[in-house]
């Protein structure tokens, strides 16, 4: 499970490659470049970034699928160098770990094979295993969360940094495809980039309330792995289709977010019972497409977004959307019409922090924010 599957100013002038470049255009116009992050002819450039985050001390700290490793690009030296290896002693990972930030420019990796958190330092040593009470409890549900028809992934184990489930059920319904699935990816700014599959051309982004603030519309489809309210730092596919970590300043600084208290409602919420029945059968619909997609494989060589490629029949209390789909594998969301109860399933491209071929629910209702905001694994 790698897509969780998150640039430094320091970079931009110091250690960034010219490459192809990047385009992006800010509500179309003010064009952004973003280059290649990493030095010309660093091994690490056929590899699968999979997490990434910024370091105050003007470094790059990233995470790599295949083989397991944690890497370090360090401002004042030249290429990047491995930090951490596949295993499973202290500083090891059985899979590319979801890397958000912690206290004092610190980080947390979440290894969802092994499912512990560990602490690094901001030069990439292993400090020391972190409590479930430290890194909030149940741990894989701090880095992803399921809520409303959106996969919403998290920057930081901070308390009170998360949006709200009012929030992400705003955005989802100013939409212009309100029943689609989103991609909302946190900001270290607090801004939240929104997009309706992990590798999109183009990107919106959000303010802590909810309102649309700016777009991004970028040349080649970007997976968006970190951002703050001036930098960017992504994966896209060069010209010879291997990933490549990319990055750029923005034209001009975002808004600074103004968090707000949530707006309570009073609209009755579906009880538990309902809600783990709906749960349990729309873990059975996405389990239920894992056959049909092996079908389309052996067919095509490729898993298919297309709903009636499966020859499923259309039903209507439930509706089912691939979010993404590749030779890799699939995600999909299946949402419950009556409820709004929204489950997701990855196979091959589920997040990092996720269980392969498990379906992973929470309930749209507004008031249910303690429950829904960290989704409920629906082993069923």
Known sequence: MSFSLPLLAALTSTLLVPAKALVAQVSASRPVTLQRALPPGDPYEALLPSSARRLANGGLIFTDVRPVTVRLLEAKRPGTRVVAREGAGPGEYRAAPDLLSYA??????????????????????????????????????????????????????????APTAEVISRIVRS???????????????????????????????YDADGQESAQFHFATPLRL???????????????????????????????????????????????SLAVSQVEARLGRVLRGLVGPQEMVYAERGQYTTNVSDLKRPASASEHVRFIDATKRGWLAIAIDVATGVTCAMGVGLAPTAWNEAEPYCSTSAPESASSSDMGTAARR
Not at 248 to 258: D, F, H, I
Request: charged content about 20%; overall charge positive; glycine content about 6%.
């Open 225 to 271: 792995m970190w951002a703050d309210g001036q930098n960017v730092l992504g994966v896209t596919l060069d010209e010879d289709s291997v990933p490549t970590i990319v990055g750029g300043k923005l034209p001009a600084p975002l808004a600074t977010v103004r968090r707000r208290p949530p707006v309570q409602r009073t609209a009755p919420a579906p009880t």
């Open 104 to 161: 004092a420019d610190s980080v947390a990796a979440w290894d969802a094979a092994l499912r512990r958190w560990s602490l690094l330092a901001p030069n990439g040593t292993y400090v020391r295993l972190l409590r479930d009470h430290e890194a909030g409890t149940p741990s894989d549900q701090r880095a992803v969360r399921v809520h409303d028809r959106a996969i919403v992934l998290a920057a930081s184990l901070e308390a009170g940094t």
């Open 175 to 205: 939409r212009d495809t309100p029943n689609d699935g989103l991609i909302i990816r946190q900001s270290h700014s607090g801004h939240l980039w929104v997009a309706p599959k992990f590798s999109a051309a183009r990107w919106s982004v």
